[in-house]
């Protein structure tokens, strides 16, 4: 704070996610610690422990990065109100939540009025918004998925308001191309996750994939278990290269069905399931399976990203379509292929012949998402915001855009 600890801006961010999931707790904490200790300025938390869709409690906020000097709000109610207020007294910042935007299907027509409003309410003050780690659903999964109404889009049509907050903006970046493509405004940039974990160039990622042992799976809940020939795809490649096959659930959903999964890959062995831990208590033991892993094979987005942080090589597989990591790991250098067995074994192939494949991306990763911190904490101290500059990606720019 500066000389007489006077407040220079609010910030206004929610770690709210998936209580029974920790990708969600992942990505908020590294929004949440870029606007850790910045001088001047005081951050209201949305920690949506009350009157929410899926209340947080304390097993998923032991691993959102909290320090104990933020204002918490435990409502959504409250936690808006107190924004209000703020917009229009002082100079105040709106982070827009991180994860994935969800467009109802029948009145997606009528969203966007809030977004505006809290694009605009403090720009009177010399405040403003921004909008980092998101990314739009192009696909149907859950029940839908597994009622068979399957559709895949390379857009959606955003609603013309939530179009209109965005521009209002002074930062705007998605975690994947796709949702640039619907909003046709902002950068991209990694999902935040990318940037959890161990610090690839001081600490190292571990053992290099071909020397590791363990092919790590885990699957989605509400997609059955995986058909018979996923089984013999995932065989193939753990005999073909040598490696034990371990089911995990980092989803507490998902846990029913990795334990009938882990009968059919490996029946004898137990699998690693969420069950009663805490978030951290799961990322710890998940993100130690990982370090062992040569490959970890999902359709758990992050999964495959905390896959990669802890020096593994992610592997799309599903029963239905792997569009959503495809898309959203190409921001963080990976070119991964589509469901298809020659690709997919030329995919591993290549990864695992270069010891610096999994890290040199992982760098890169980081550094751009160092970028982007440092744009938004320009944003809130009221700085000349940089712009951003590519990274150099060690993959083939050429091969991504066509895959």
Not at 10 to 32: A, E, H, K, Q
Not at 135 to 157: F, H, I, Y
Not at 239 to 245: E, H, K, S
Not at 373 to 395: E, H, I
Request: with cysteine; aromatic share 6%; proline share 6%.
């Amino acid at each position: 704070m500066p000389k007489g600890g006077r407040t220079l801006a609010r910030v206004f961010l929610s770690t709210w996610g998936d209580n029974g999931n920790i990708g969600d707790s992942i990505l908020r904490r590294g929004m949440l610690r870029t606007f850790h200790g910045i001088d001047g300025a005081r951050l209201h938390v949305l920690v949506g422990r009350r009157l929410m869709p899926i209340p947080n409690d304390d097993r998923y906020l032991a691993a959102v990065g909290l320090r104990g000097d933020e204002v918490v709000h435990d409502t959504a109610i409250g936690w808006l109100s107190r924004y209000a207020t703020s917009a229009m007294a002082t100079r105040t910042v709106m982070v827009m939540p991180a994860g994935e935007i969800v467009y109802p299907e029948r009145t997606r027509s009528y969203w966007g009025w809030w977004t505006a409003l809290c694009a605009l309410l403090p720009l009177a003050r010399r405040g403003t918004a921004v909008q980092v780690g998101a990314g739009v659903r192009l696909s149907t999964v859950g029940k839908a998925a597994a009622r068979g109404t399957r559709r895949v889009r390379n857009s959606v049509d955003v609603p013309m308001m939530e179009r209109y907050a965005r521009r209002k903006m002074a930062v705007v970046a998605w975690r994947d191309p796709g949702t640039l493509g619907s909003f046709g405004v902002g950068d991209v940039a990694p999902d935040w996750a990318f940037g959890e974990g161990p610090d690839p160039l001081t600490e190292g990622l571990g053992a290099p994939p071909r020397e590791r042992k363990i092919l790590a799976v885990s699957t989605r809940w509400d997609r059955d278990t995986l058909s018979a020939s996923k089984i013999r795809l995932l065989r193939d490649i753990a005999q073909t290269r040598g490696l034990r096959i371990q089911v995990f659930s980092q989803v507490r959903d998902d846990d029913e069905a990795m334990a009938k999964l882990a009968q059919q890959l490996h029946p004898g062995t137990e699998p690693l399931l969420f069950g009663n831990q805490s978030h951290a208590e799961c990322e710890d033991k998940v993100r130690a399976l990982h370090r062992q892993s040569a490959i970890v094979a999902s359709d758990r987005l992050h999964a495959l990203i905390i896959g990669a942080t802890e020096g593994a090589v992610p592997l799309a597989v599903s029963n239905w379509t792997t569009e959503k990591t495809i898309r959203t790991l190409k921001p963080g250098g990976f070119a991964l292929p589509a469901d298809e067995p020659a690709a997919i074994n030329a995919y591993l192939d290549e990864m695992l012949s270069d010891s610096e494949s999994v890290t040199s991306r992982v760098a890169a990763a980081r550094a751009e998402l160092d970028q982007l911190r440092t744009r938004l904490r320009s944003v809130v101290d009221n700085r000349p915001v940089p712009q951003p500059s590519n990274v150099a990606r060690p993959y083939d720019f050429r091969h991504a855009a066509a895959s």
